[in-house]
């Protein structure tokens, strides 16, 4: 359905043989290797149970010229982000739930070179469709800890590589913008329509983000980014992982990071994997959880109702970046009754942006700005 995800494909066997040399090197027993999977910008990973633990093999097919087209340089910047975090997360021990770092190398398969490294894991967890309250205020407080690394942990050179490779997949996800949105037509035009509520009015509104973010004034953006954080970049259900005992063990997937604003993880969390009336009624309750564990890390130069407008600042990025993945769920997943929820999750958090740019709502100023609608 998506086009540029099946590079994973054409990879199967290179997987294979990289496995069994992660096997020999690693020294590992009673392997099981499960099945290879594209990240969203399209970083082949492969996952290894062994006796010694559960580790992850990131790979990407490599170039040794310095110009490669726009669509395999995103992957590359992708791939680099994730190993520079694990690298450094792992060098200084900082302490938010992230793969430890073990290995890279290259490896050569006729006349084409990969790219790979190796992370191993404390813990093994799973992922959750959707995370409810006391879920939430776990990945709440771990991003307050991601948020008060300071420049003495993260050095500069860090933070130029990881903003140089961000722009570059943001460059990508900007001209695959118009055909994420033309995937999203014509799913609409089909059977996936019978998960959302009114599939007829999606486009329009999707329109009125699009040109809203377009037209964000140059003041604005200073404003924005007067606060800047080590930012995990694609914070979801999907890429944290929780044990048995709903215990949060992992947060995967940092291909994204970068310096942004405070608010994007928990905005871009909120809207992919909390139900509606935890993010409607809810959401500063989580703010307020991440807002206290910072204090007590490293005192913030911004107050917790900075959060709040922020929130509704960066929704409408957050609810457009969500359609790929929303995308990707309507045509993966098995479950129909998974699929009309992530819909539904992202549906109503279309309407509610729209309604905030147009003023169509009521808000009492206080609590939340989603209290009341005017219609309802």
């Known amino acids: 359905m998506l086009r540029w995800r099946s590079a994973l494909f054409t990879l199967v066997n290179t997987t294979m043989h990289i496995s069994n040399l992660v096997v020999r090197e690693l020294g590992l027993t009673n392997v099981t290797e499960l099945e290879p999977f594209a990240t969203i910008n399209g970083v082949t990973v492969v996952e ?24 395999e340089g995103s992957k590359l910047a992708a791939y680099y982000n994730s190993l520079f975090w694990h690298e450094i997360s792992t060098a200084e021990k900082i302490s938010v739930p992230s793969g430890h770092f073990i290995n890279r190398f290259r490896v050569s398969d006729g006349d084409v070179q990969h790219s790979v490294f190796i992370t191993k894991t404390d813990g093994k967890g799973s992922v959750r469709e959707k995370l409810g309250m006391e879920e939430l205020k776990q990945v709440a407080t771990q991003i307050a800890h991601l948020h008060a690394i300071n420049s003495r942990v993260v050095n500069e050179q860090f933070a130029i590589n990881v903003e140089e490779n961000y722009r570059n997949i943001k ?104 139900d509606v009336e935890i993010r409607r009624k809810k959401f500063m309750k989580i703010f307020q959880v991440y807002f206290y564990a910072l204090v007590d890390l490293q005192p913030p130069n911004y107050q917790l109702l900075d959060l709040k407008k922020w929130f509704k600042e960066y929704e409408a990025e957050a609810v457009l970046n969500g359609i790929e993945a929303l995308l990707l769920t309507l045509s993966e997943n098995p479950d129909d009754k998974i699929k009309r929820a992530a819909a539904h999750r992202w549906e109503t958090s279309l309407d509610d942006t729209v309604d905030f740019l147009t003023g169509n709502y009521v808000s009492d100023d206080e609590h939340t700005f989603f209290a009341h609608k005017e219609d309802e």
């Open 48 to 71: 290894l149970d062994a006796a010694e633990g559960h580790f992850r093999v990131h790979l990407v097919r490599d170039s040794q010229y310095m110009n490669v087209k726009l669509e």
């Open 171 to 274: 460059s990508f996800r900007k001209k695959i913008q118009k055909d994420v949105v033309e995937v999203l037509q014509l799913a609409l035009a089909n059977e996936v329509s019978q998960f959302f509520i009114n599939p007829a009015a999606i486009l329009q509104k999707v329109g009125i983000l699009t040109h809203h973010l377009e037209n964000i004034h140059e003041d604005e953006r200073e404003i924005w980014n007067r606060h800047r954080v080590i930012t995990h970049g694609r914070l979801s259900a999907e890429t944290c992982k929780f044990d048995e005992e709903g215990n949060l063990v992992e947060i995967t997937e940092w291909e994204n990071i970068h310096l942004g604003n405070p608010v994007e993880d928990l905005t871009n969390l909120l809207v992919t994997s909390a």
